[in-house]
């Protein structure tokens, strides 16, 4: 049990209070985590603060008017790193975004020296951390300094069916095969929201993001439909790339990829996330190892030039050799954008409840996951791939004690994904359609964003579809 006593502010807050658990919990996690907020210590000055482990006093502090979160995570810090012998490599960087603030940095002028000395001093960064951050934040400047973000959209659209459900999901995703004869109304009120917010007069669309789920779950007629949905609703002619995961290779056919083509799409990720079959039969992913090479290559011949493929490190019952046996397959694919992700057990699928069953605690796979997040850098790297966005995933389970759970995409100059990079460092608004879909509205010049969320189920986004309508237009969204 891990403790914290911090000073009750007057406006009713303790201040710094996420921040203090997210890290402690990064040293240990799985512990249950509490912070009391003293009202005893409204009067005093300056910022104090206890933490207790099972209730020894571990840290103790008080500092002076002036103080900042970074000064208060960092003694914080320091003491739980004597404590538990250990170092993590982000230091304190904590949420799900470390490449944020170097972009930010380099947004304002700064040096590379100058951004990795602030990352080392102030952030606790580890070396081999702060090059990937470098890496990216240059990567993603590079290619958005020139945009008027203030000006520029989005557009998710959220197609929430799948072939089946993979255990270690927890999107809102749902057996297609459960919800076939519901798919047309779905796609009735998709359409209706896409009419009703989807144009933007005041502002130029940048980038169409299908995802989900699995968009090429639906039929041909299904997938022809939305095609045509989007560009009777959409600005599409504004758009610099249009992206549609057909990640499951059992979910393509050469007539969906000819939809795909001929509706101007740009950009398709085939996913994999191994090429081990029994890692694709423990996971539920009910695809041979060998459609993934047929779908890939039917793409290719249909004209795609932009294709992603994911991988997973940390998969169960998976090695360094199984993990790397997967990415030299995928490489003689000659992708044009490889993301390696990271196995993290969220709350909400079914490999969390498997694993909460059985304990927690480290697996051979968890330990071997910051080499292959090191080793598959440096091996894409030489293959002539860069990386070019990540962030960090949130162990809200815990059920693992690692905490390197970052996702790195990795693309060859001139194949990155716009989308990813807007969405993922908060650069644009982003207006996000169907169900389960969080609108995030960037307000430029004021520091801030606001999410409006659209209803998971989809029987209820089907009901309430002029609800999820109304939240956007109150919100200013829409033509």
């Known amino acids: 049990m891990i403790q914290f006593e911090i000073k009750k502010n007057k406006n009713g807050t303790g201040e710094f209070s996420y921040d203090l658990k997210a890290l402690a919990l990064s040293f240990f996690p799985g512990q249950e985590c509490l912070v009391t907020e003293r009202e005893d210590w409204v009067e005093q000055t300056g910022y104090p603060a206890r933490c207790r482990m099972d209730g020894r006093v571990v840290w103790e502090e008080h500092l002076p ?16 790193s ?15 975004r470390p490449a944020k603030i170097p972009l930010r940095m380099y947004m304002d002028g700064m040096s590379r020296e100058e951004i990795a000395d602030c990352l080392r001093r102030e952030y606790l960064v580890r070396e081999n951390k702060i090059s990937l951050a470098l890496a990216v934040a240059k990567k993603e400047y590079e290619l958005t300094h ?66 989900g789920g699995t968009p090429t779950s639906l039929t041909e007629e299904q997938l022809a439909r939305l095609m045509e949905m989007i560009h009777t609703h959409l600005p599409i002619g504004q758009a610099l790339e249009f992206t549609v995961e057909a990640g499951r290779p059992d979910s393509i056919s050469r007539e969906k990829l000819r939809i795909l083509k001929r509706a101007g799409v740009t950009r398709i990720s085939i996913n994999p996330q191994s090429m081990k079959q029994h890692t694709l039969d423990l996971m539920g992913r009910r695809h041979r190892v060998e459609q993934v090479t047929e779908a890939f290559r039917m793409a290719r011949e249909e004209g795609f030039d932009n294709i992603n493929m994911d991988l997973i490190v940390g998969l169960p019952e998976e090695d360094e050799v199984d993990f790397y046996n997967s990415l030299n397959r995928i490489c003689e694919l000659e992708p044009d954008s490889i993301t390696i ?17 059985t304990g927690s605690g480290l697996s051979p796979e968890d330990t071997l996951i910051p080499v292959l997040q090191t080793g598959s850098g440096e091996y894409l790297t030489e293959k002539g791939y860069e990386p070019y966005y990540m962030y960090r995933q949130k162990n809200r389970a815990g059920v693992t004690g690692n905490t390197n759970q970052e996702n790195v995409a990795y693309a060859r100059p001139g194949k990155e994904c716009l989308y990813n990079i807007f969405i993922m460092e908060e650069l644009e608004t982003i207006v996000a359609l169907g169900s389960g879909g969080a609108t995030k509205q960037v307000f430029h010049g004021e520091n801030r964003m606001e999410r409006i969320e659209n209803v998971k189920s989809v029987e209820d986004y089907i009901a309430r579809i002029d609800e999820m309508i109304e939240r956007k237009k109150a919100a200013g969204i829409g033509g």
């Open 146 to 211: 020139s945009f008027a973000h203030e000006r520029g959209y989005n557009i998710y659209i959220g197609i929430p069916f799948c072939p089946s459900i993979c255990s270690y999901c927890s999107f809102s995703s749902f057996d297609y095969a459960r919800y076939s004869d519901r798919v047309g109304e779905y796609l009735t009120a998709l359409e209706k929201e896409m009419r009703a917010v989807g144009r933007n007069d005041r502002r130029e669309l940048h980038s169409i993001y299908v995802g």
């Open 82 to 96: 004597r404590l538990s012998g250990r170092q993590l490599p982000w230091g304190i960087l904590t949420g799900i």
């Open 341 to 357: 992700h990271t196995l993290v057990i969220k709350r909400a699928s079914e490999l969390c409840r498997e694993q909460l069953e």
């Open 65 to 80: 008017e002036g103080y900042t979160k970074n000064q208060v995570k960092a003694s914080l810090y320091r003491s739980l």
